[in-house]
């Protein structure tokens, strides 16, 4: 049995739901956003309620049945007020800049690295340490994030790097002086 998948999602008013078969369309103020989901998984619009019901019984079917729910969520959220994530950059002249679609950070490389920005992911840059992501898609944002958060990941000693703003890096103790 699945809880979550149970549970109702409540569609605000200026959300647009359209559910095509296995084929779900939501838009809103901030875009429009677009997913297929498994032929297993049946969703109805009832009212301002969607609900995810299953058309067999099963384990596997019901661990589907609370992703969808969760996914088609994500969806009406997004559209209507959007996520944001948060990374921080430490570091001795580790700094960011945003150019256009690229984010150039000189995390350092000999050079800086030049970051191509997806389609539909804004970046704000606050004091050169301080990256903003903002996007309607949760699962685009997340990847975005990820991929920046690998160019330069935190290191455990001195804690330099690009970590997330509420991520808490475990630090180590350093070499001991010899004798």
């Known amino acids: 049995m699945s809880r979550i998948g149970k ?7 200026g959300i647009q739901v359209l559910i095509d078969g296995q084929h779900i369309v939501v838009k809103g103020k901030k875009g429009s ?3 297929d989901i498994i032929a297993d998984i049946e969703v109805v619009l009832q009212e301002n ?35 944001s994530k948060i990374l921080i950059i430490e570091g001795v002249g580790y700094k960011a800049n945003v150019s256009g679609s690229n984010l ?3 995390v350092g490389y000999s050079n800086p690295v030049e970051f191509p920005l997806p389609d539909g ?9 301080k990256i903003t992501l903002d996007c309607i898609d949760k ?8 991929r920046i958060r ?10 330099k790097g690009i970590r997330y703003e509420n991520e808490h890096i475990v630090r180590k103790v350093g070499k001991a002086a010899g004798k």
């Open 7 to 13: 549970q109702p999602i409540p569609v605000p008013a």
């Open 104 to 106: 150039s950070l000189n």
């Open 121 to 129: 992911v804004t970046v704000t840059v606050d004091g050169n340490t």
């Open 139 to 146: 699962d685009l944002l997340g990847l975005t994030a990820s």
């Open 49 to 83: 309620q969607i609900l995810v019901n299953n058309r067999v019984e099963n384990k596997k079917v019901n661990g589907f049945r609370g992703l969808t729910r969760t996914l088609i969520n994500n969806m009406v959220l997004g559209v209507d007020k959007g996520f």
């Open 150 to 159: 690998s160019i330069r990941k935190p290191e455990p000693y001195k804690g």
């Open 33 to 35: 956003l677009e997913r």
